[in-house]
């Protein structure tokens, strides 16, 4: 029977440098590679536009107010928008803009 090969400490440890050097190389290069796409900004139609103005200012207005733990809420119909600013609103104040 062969006489198996015998590595030092050294070796070991150089090995283990190199596969985690590796590792972190990997992982970084697949989390740059799964950042999304930045999407265009869609454009907003007048009526958006002054809503959301609209909406902007309340906000405003109850922030300076600022009486504690208050709620803010907007009825959901609108005369003169309808449904079609749903999007334009969600997007204008998502969080992450």
Do not use: Y
């Not at 400490?9 to 930045?38: E, H, Q």
């Not at 300076?64 to 733990?69: A, M, P, Q, R, V």
Request: charged share 30%; net charge negative.
């Amino acid at each position: 029977m062969p006489k198996p090969i015998w590595m030092n400490r050294r070796s070991w440890v150089a090995a283990w440098v190199v596969l985690c050097a590796a590792g972190l190389a990997a992982a970084a290069g697949l989390n740059a590679s799964s950042t999304p796409d930045p999407q265009p900004e869609k454009p907003v139609s007048a009526e958006c536009a002054e809503l959301i103005a609209d909406v902007e200012a309340q906000v405003a207005e109850a922030r300076k107010e600022d009486e504690g733990d208050g709620v803010l809420a907007f009825s959901r119909v609108r005369d003169g928008a309808g449904d079609d600013c749903r999007d334009a609103l969600r997007d204008h104040f998502r969080g992450d803009r």
